[in-house]
């Protein structure tokens, strides 16, 4: 069984371009997350979808951070305009539901270099 | 708010060393704690979990026990491989058996020479 597709695996930009990245989460798993994980640091949810639902967007920064899931089941997860700031890895993540005996998978992620 | 603090690394050990990373945390409720494993190249994966007081988890020969007196849940190894050389991750969930928002520690590099 395929794990969670991550895409691009690697994006260098400039700043105050655009960019997004893109999840195909496992097959069947009706939740899904975005995380942001700095250098040296642990990963931070972004957004949580229920389907297609964003019901936790809490964290996200929504001056220049956007997120989809159309038909739920692929996310794009989109920066417009990139800050320097904003280099990262952006990690998706898959599970069936979201009590503790589901377990997240996590993909390889998306390395951000924002020059 | 819920925090998680972890030994910080690098650590460096021989083959058939024992290991333990220290993971303490800060939270309200009775929050479930997870250790995570990320190989080099990879996404991170789910090595252990404990959803209570004194429960113990356990895989690949990686244990930790959930110690609500301590707030702690350290990673114990008693020979490690250098197929084990990763960043482990020590996370806990919100409150409530959900696991949907992890809170995790910063990650310990281990390294481990043949």
């Known amino acids: 069984e395929a794990g969670v597709v991550q895409s691009p695996r690697y994006k260098i930009i400039e700043k105050k371009q655009p960019v997004a990245f893109w999840c195909n989460p496992i097959s069947g798993h009706n939740t899904l997350y975005w995380y942001l994980q700095n250098l040296g640091q642990g990963p931070e949810l972004l957004i949580r979808?229920?389907?297609?639902?964003?019901?936790?967007d809490s964290q996200l920064p929504k001056d220049r951070f956007s997120a989809e899931r159309l038909k739920g089941v692929d996310s794009t997860l989109k920066i417009q305009p990139a800050e320097l700031g904003d280099s990262a890895v952006y990690l998706c993540?898959?599970?069936?539901?979201?009590?503790?005996?589901?377990?997240?998978?996590f993909g390889p992620g998306t390395r951000l270099t924002v020059l | 708010g819920n925090s998680v603090t972890q030994m910080e690394g690098p650590v460096t050990l021989s083959e058939e060393a024992f290991l333990t990373i220290n993971c303490t945390y800060t939270?309200?409720?009775?929050?479930?704690l997870f250790w995570y494993v990320q190989y080099p190249g990879e996404g991170l994966q789910l090595l252990l979990k404990a959803t209570k007081a004194d429960d113990k988890g356990s895989n690949k020969g990686f244990e930790a026990t959930y110690r609500k007196e301590t707030t702690s849940f350290h990673l114990e190894k008693g020979s490690v491989q250098v197929s084990d050389s990763a960043v482990y991750f020590c996370?806990?969930?919100?409150?409530?058996?959900?696991?949907?928002?992890?809170?995790f520690g910063k990650g310990t590099l281990l390294t481990v020479n043949p």
């Open positions: 996370a806990l969930s919100d409150s409530g058996g959900s696991n949907y928002k992890l809170t």
């Open positions: 979808y229920e389907n297609e639902e964003a019901v936790d």
């Open positions: 993540a898959s599970s069936l539901g979201v009590s503790s005996y589901n377990e997240q998978f």
């Open positions: 939270a309200t409720g009775y929050p479930s």
